[in-house]
């Protein structure tokens, strides 16, 4: 595992940037996998920079998105292909037809599942995935305690993600309680992985990930196991790791 520190959230942001625009522009049909969350809307705003300068080209470009929330439309704001859209694929020159995030919409969960699994092996699997971090050390949406060989899959979303993602909505009960997510095992097939955090109360969580015990209830704590992983983090994120 490589982790790079970078002085602040900007910084962080940039170089997340440098990497994912990297592996656009030395594989133009690159499967990236992407993330919501608040970590990486400024990767995603130095993205839509360089494509603005023309130093960028998404044109060939597939995305995979991690997961997205059961019982919410495209069209809701809350929900993830929303906020993709809104961050990053409205911006550039992405065919959206080729961006993909689970349909929220379809009740039926083993079939969203299925499709989507369909999805990722019809594209080849990832080439990036990028991955933020849960405070309870989830990545997408795979909850403390979720088997690593899980595709993907419906959660039942714990109280502590929801109630860390009721701050997005008018009240706590308008948080779904259930998601789609790619599982653990297709993150651990993406070729390279990419994970960014920022701020303090992502310090204990980093070092229990990277330097504790590999354990279904530390999901991110798989990423041990991972060939190519890139960690950057801000200072205060890194603050526990030497
Ligand atoms: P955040 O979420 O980027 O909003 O901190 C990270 C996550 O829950 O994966």
Redesign the pocket.
């Known amino acids: 595992m490589k982790i790079i520190k970078a002085k602040d959230y900007n910084d962080m942001s940039r170089k997340a940037a440098n990497i994912i625009s990297a592996q656009v522009i030395m594989k133009p049909n690159a499967v990236l996998g992407l ?1 919501t ?4 809307i400024g990767a995603y705003a130095q993205l839509v920079k360089w494509y603005n300068k023309g130093d960028i080209d998404f044109s060939e470009v597939t995305t995979i998105n991690l997961d997205e929330y059961k019982g919410l439309d495209g069209t809701h704001p809350q929900s993830y292909r929303y906020f993709m859209n809104e961050h990053l694929f409205n911006h550039i020159n992405i065919d959206i037809n080729n961006t993909h995030v689970p349909n929220g919409k379809d009740e039926d969960s083993d079939h969203a599942c299925e499709e989507y699994n369909r999805i990722i092996n019809k594209a080849g699997g990832i080439d990036l995935q990028l991955l ?3 405070l309870d050390g ?2 997408g949406f795979n909850e403390p305690g979720t088997a690593f060989e899980l595709g993907t899959h419906c959660v039942k979303l714990t109280e502590s993600t929801i109630q860390a993602n009721s701050r997005l909505f008018d009240s706590i009960d308008e948080v779904p309680k259930e998601a789609y997510t790619m599982g653990v095992k297709t993150i651990m097939q993406a070729r390279k992985v990419l994970m960014i955090a920022s701020g303090a109360n992502k310090a204990e969580i980093l070092k229990e990930s990277f330097f504790g015990p590999v354990t279904p209830q530390v999901p991110a704590s798989i990423l041990q196991m991972h060939p190519d992983v890139i960690l950057i983090a801000d200072k205060e994120a890194l603050s526990l790791i030497e």
């Open positions: 993330a969350g608040t970590t990486p933020g971090i849960g989830h990545i």
